[in-house]
């Protein structure tokens, strides 16, 4: 094994920096020993993004033989063992003494496949001049381990499929400026990205495929996400009963979702699983970043408890291949999006329901403090639709009377009177924004 991790060691210092589309990834610089924690679902990036960070470091002036990568997923290291780790440093300093006497930066990916490496990391922090960066698939992993074994010495970096600017950035189609000013031409152009982007989704390899091979492309993501990253790492019990449960969730994109409900379904069809599994499934997908959930905002945790959260799938490529009809449905993809964006730019998410019944697609609370109320619309030249989705706002205003009211929409609404306090953007605009609201 020494002479293996030897020679990955030297193969890899002489590897040249991939060629890659730069993620829009937020990256706090703070004093002191930090790792950081690179985490997402499989195939949207992870390693790419890797390489952008050992760039970055090159172009800060970093030799490059200080800058470490390796991939544990390589199946010659697959009976790799805590012990052995330790000899990834020792082997590099080895090769490279003199390193000693400075910072060297080590990048370890899908590192969480070997056990207890987070006392690895732990001691290469204590022990050397390093800067860290790991990765792996499932957040829930690695949350639990860095808590327990890096002690609050870890920073977290979320990396989903392409945001819509960096679906555009890789197609070499990414707008300079405002968005908002281009010529018609090239709105149109921009117009046409954001369907396809919405109906195709944002996960690397799938972009620029035709219809066929994208969608066996993406649902070999799911199958491989729910085999490895759940069924194997929890030991699950039912796997009928979690397929069955992914089919459901990723087929109702941006609806509600009830356990209880999805429990009484099993059972009408002789399958039993106790709720608490359930639960612990949901929660599983989640880690694994196949979908994301948002609770009903509401200052009682037993209300955020007892009322349904709704599901979103991680990309909306996934949207097509799940949908009952096949289809694309705008709508939903829409939603996701904008959910999505509102991730990226670090806002706490919820939905809400006013006391009146009304329901508000997405709530979003930012780092600043700010907060918003947003609903997406695909279909706003409906007169019906648009009442419907401002009374809702108006209404859940009266509730949270600090936050920012935005209707973010698919296209340019006609000439309609819109309230001074509601916001309205056009979708493709709103997604190419660098900042978040502010009030």
């Known amino acids: 094994m020494r002479d293996l991790i030897r020679q990955k060691i030297i193969d ?9 589309t730069k993620r829009d990834v937020y990256l706090p ?3 002191g020993k930090k790792a950081y924690a690179v985490i997402g679902m499989r195939r949207s990036g992870k390693t790419t993004f890797l390489w952008q960070a050992l760039d970055g470091e090159l172009k800060l002036g970093t030799p490059r033989e200080d800058l470490v990568y390796l991939n544990f997923e390589d199946e010659r290291l697959s009976d790799l063992t805590q012990s052995d780790l330790g000899l990834v440093a020792e082997e590099y300093y080895n090769l490279y003494p003199e390193s000693h006497e400075r910072r060297v930066v080590f990048f370890l990916d899908e590192i969480q496949n070997i056990d207890g490496w987070e006392a690895f990391t732990r001691r290469l922090l204590d022990t050397h001049q390093v800067g860290l960066f790991i990765s792996g698939s499932s957040s829930r992993l690695l949350s639990r381990e860095l808590a327990s074994g890096m002690r609050g010495r870890a920073l977290e970096l979320r990396i989903y499929p392409f945001s819509f600017r960096e679906f555009l950035r890789h197609l070499g189609r990414e707008p300079k400026g405002d968005a908002g000013r281009l010529p018609t031409t090239q709105r149109s152009r921009l117009e046409r990205d954001l369907r396809d982007y919405l109906t195709c989704g944002g996960f690397p390899e ?18 491989v996400a729910v085999l490895r990253d759940v069924i194997e790492r929890h030991a699950v019990s039912h796997p009928v009963a979690l397929r069955y449960l992914v089919r459901q969730l990723l087929g109702n994109p941006a609806g509600s979702f009830s356990i209880n409900k999805f429990y009484n379904d099993l ?15 949901l929660s599983f997908l989640e880690d694994a970043f196949l979908l994301r959930t948002t609770s009903l905002e509401a200052r009682s945790v037993r209300r955020r ?3 349904p959260r709704k599901v979103y799938p991680i990309d909306p490529g996934l949207i097509p291949i799940y949908n009952r009809s096949g289809e694309p449905n705008l709508g939903h993809a829409l939603e996701t999006c904008v959910l999505l964006e509102l991730e990226r730019r670090g806002a706490e998410v919820g939905y809400v329901r006013t006391a009146s019944g009304y329901e508000v697609d997405l709530h979003a609370r930012f780092p600043g403090g700010s907060t918003a109320l947003i609903q997406a619309c695909t279909d706003i030249a409906n007169g019906g639709v648009y009442d419907r989705e401002l009374r809702a706002l108006l209404e859940a205003k009266k509730e949270y009377p600090r936050a920012m009211v935005w209707l973010i929409v698919l296209e340019k609404p006609p000439r309609i009177e819109i309230p001074k306090n509601v916001h309205v953007s056009l ?3 709103w997604l190419l924004e660098t900042s978040t609201f502010s009030e």
């Open 29 to 31: 610089r703070v004093s």
């Open 267 to 281: 059972r009408a069809q002789g399958i039993p699983v106790a709720k608490d599994t359930l639960h612990s499934y």
């Open 305 to 307: 408890m007892v009322n």
């Open 206 to 223: 799938a972009v620029g495929t035709d219809v066929r091979a994208r969608q066996e492309l993406l649902r070999s993501y799911v199958d």
């Open 12 to 20: 890899n210092l002489s590897a040249q920096v991939p060629d890659f």
């Open 427 to 429: 979708a493709s605009s």
